[in-house]
């Protein structure tokens, strides 16, 4: 399936392709966004008829999608996989990306539209998502896998909305990151710059995005392998490199669906993570504005060691963005952890691309739900 083709389909219709189920939810928050859902409702030739199945929920990183989790074949990507095991699927699109750009009052044209970052992800997007997903269900509960921002957001929503947290069975923090205090990523490159420098080099609305230019070189030069290794190159410039653990044949696919784009006050949001070393709310800049929203001068910590929800977690030694220092401070405030494993070669795309994801993670990610279900 070429890319060209992925990328003008939806996630649905990409589902679709691979013989699965699919159905397309639009969710929307508190302050009126919209926000595009998925669900694989069961497997692969499983009948339709049966009693509830247990219910995931997979939320991706930074300018990314819910295309992470079907990248790559059914044998090798988290989504498919758990929809053969017998889960009833759901996938999330944050605000603002290709899937998520839609409000009822802003255009994403205005600046207003782009005035979010990860706060309301873990304040509105989150919660209206998950208690969308409770009531189609009717599960009270479900097991959230998050990769990355993903990780982020659940961290704030769970430490700080308790009753969200108790409709979490288990939460699968892939790549967990709270704070980049250490990250390698490039993006400490935009840390360096004042918020108006930033402003005037990306303006004040979205953030990269897929343009035509981008897609036409994911789909027509990316899938030849004489361009692997500058495309490969490309993919990893954030996150770092591991072309080994890559199906070179899926450059295009995983290029054409990526990046989806985030808002500039989000990169923000993650350049001043860079520069404080803490795990704190959106500076909006001046007092009168955090007073506004936060009803103080000076953003609010996060506190992790307040969330109750047992946590496993999955951190790669070869994380450029997930730093290994950043993981090892955030270990001893995860309350109830009941899992962790640290694959040496693992880089930040490894949890979601990795071809030897299946046997690193995902098989005992599964083994836990199951273990949880038998309790």
Not at 44 to 54: E, L
Not at 171 to 192: C, D, E, G, H, N
Not at 322 to 346: G, Q, R, S
Request: aromatic share 14%; glycine share 6%; proline share 5%.
């Amino acid at each position: 399936m070429k890319a060209y083709i992925l990328f003008s389909y939806s996630q649905s219709q990409i589902i679709s392709y691979w013989g699965y189920p699919c159905e397309e939810y639009d969710v929307v928050t508190k302050d009126d966004y919209v926000l595009g859902i998925y669900r694989i409702p069961r497997g692969r030739g499983c009948p339709r008829r049966t009693a509830p199945k247990p219910v995931v929920y997979l939320q991706h990183g930074l300018i990314a999608s819910a295309s992470n989790w079907i990248s790559n074949l059914p044998n090798n990507s988290l989504a498919f996989l758990l929809a053969d095991n017998g889960y009833d699927v759901w996938m999330g699109n944050s605000r603002g990306n290709t899937w998520s750009r839609k409000h009822l009052k802003f255009s994403p044209k205005s600046p207003e539209f782009w005035a979010f970052s990860l706060d309301e992800m873990a304040k509105y997007d989150l919660p209206a998502t998950i208690n969308f997903i409770v009531e189609k269900t009717g599960q009270e509960q479900l097991y959230y896998v998050g990769h990355s921002q993903g990780t982020t957001i659940a961290f704030i929503a769970f430490s700080t909305n308790p009753e969200l947290a108790k409709k979490i069975k288990i939460f699968f923090a892939l790549a967990p990151v709270i704070t980049v205090k250490y990250t390698q990523s490039p993006m400490k490159k935009l840390a360096t710059l004042s918020r108006k420098a930033v402003k005037v080099l990306f303006g004040d609305k979205m953030f990269y995005s897929q343009t035509f230019f981008d897609h036409f070189i994911a789909t027509k030069v990316c899938n030849r392998k004489l361009f692997h290794h500058i495309c490969s190159n490309f993919l990893f410039t954030l996150s770092g490199f591991d072309r080994k653990n890559l199906n070179m044949s899926r450059l295009d696919v995983y290029l054409a669906q990526s990046p989806a784009g985030t808002s500039v006050q989000n990169m923000l949001h993650w350049a001043q993570a860079v520069n404080s070393g803490q795990f704190q709310a959106f500076d909006w800049g001046n007092h009168d504005q955090n007073i506004m929203h936060f009803h103080q001068l000076t953003p609010p910590l996060y506190n992790v060691t307040k969330m109750e929800v047992p946590t496993a977690v999955w951190s790669g030694g070869q994380d450029l963005v997930a730093d290994p220092k950043d993981v090892e401070n955030l270990l001893p405030k995860i309350t109830k952890l009941i899992y962790y494993k640290l694959i040496p070669h693992y880089n930040h795309l490894d949890f979601y691309l990795g071809q030897d994801a299946p046997q690193e993670i995902y098989q005992d990610l599964i083994r836990l739900m199951e273990e949880c279900l038998q309790n």
